[in-house]
């Protein structure tokens, strides 16, 4: 995960997710984290757009059979690197109301 990091994230990269500190090191640390709690978690893409130096994507992260999310991120790119990032989730409800689901 570091290398990945290291090729595609701006060395002055800052992020907006309220469960981390907004530096660089705290979200890898968490992206870190995360990863060792959910071994098998898998995301798949539903939609990538585009517009000028953003782009967003939504995605769906299961992190076990019981656990499903819809994730969308905000990424602002600056010289081809990740600059910037939002991001907004929610849990896939099992008993929603709302027949077209989130995906």
Do not use: C
Request: charged letters at 30%.
């Amino acid at each position: 995960m570091r290398e990945a990091y290291e090729k595609y994230v701006h060395p002055d990269f800052r992020h907006h997710n309220a469960y981390f500190k907004g530096d660089r090191e705290s979200l890898l640390t968490g992206m870190e984290e995360n990863a060792r709690k959910f071994p098998n978690k898998t995301y798949e893409t539903m939609r990538i757009l585009e517009d000028g130096n953003l782009v967003a994507m939504h995605g769906k992260v299961t992190l076990s059979p019981d656990s499903q999310w819809s994730v969308i991120h905000i990424f602002r790119f600056e010289d081809d690197l990740i600059i910037e990032e939002w991001e907004a989730s929610q849990e896939v409800l099992k008993d929603s109301p709302n027949e077209n689901r989130v995906f």
